[in-house]
């Protein structure tokens, strides 16, 4: 199981770190208007992200996620994921 630490470096963006069987740094930005789309108001971005890498790592392995990329690019991979997310919020 993989330990996910998210950080926010600036309003709308985030470093996050995956501590897995390789340990890997990813820069992912999230707009605000998309980030309302899929979160209700009891949970943050931060958390968004969070839950996105967990999605993710259900999927792939950290070293195959993107270093860098925008929230909204997972929906091009995984087209469930809009509908999806909302079971990996705490």
């Known amino acids: 199981m993989a330990t996910i630490e998210v950080t926010e470096t ?3 963006s985030f470093s996050v770190t ?3 069987s390789h340990i890997t ?3 992912v930005s999230v707009k605000p ?3 309302s789309q899929l979160l209700d108001a009891s949970h943050n971005a931060s958390e968004l992200v969070a839950a996105s890498f ?3 790592l259900d999927r792939e392995s950290n070293t195959s996620i993107l270093r ?3 929230l909204s690019v997972i929906e091009r991979y ?3 994921y809009p509908k999806a997310i909302n079971r990996y919020l705490k």
Do not use: K, R
Request: glycine share 4%; charged share 20%.
């Open 25 to 27: 740094s990813h820069q």
């Open 68 to 70: 860098s990329f925008d």
């Open 18 to 20: 995956v501590h897995g």
């Open 54 to 56: 967990e999605f993710l």
């Open 10 to 12: 600036s309003p709308n």
């Open 78 to 80: 995984f087209p469930e």
């Open 33 to 35: 208007d998309y980030a």
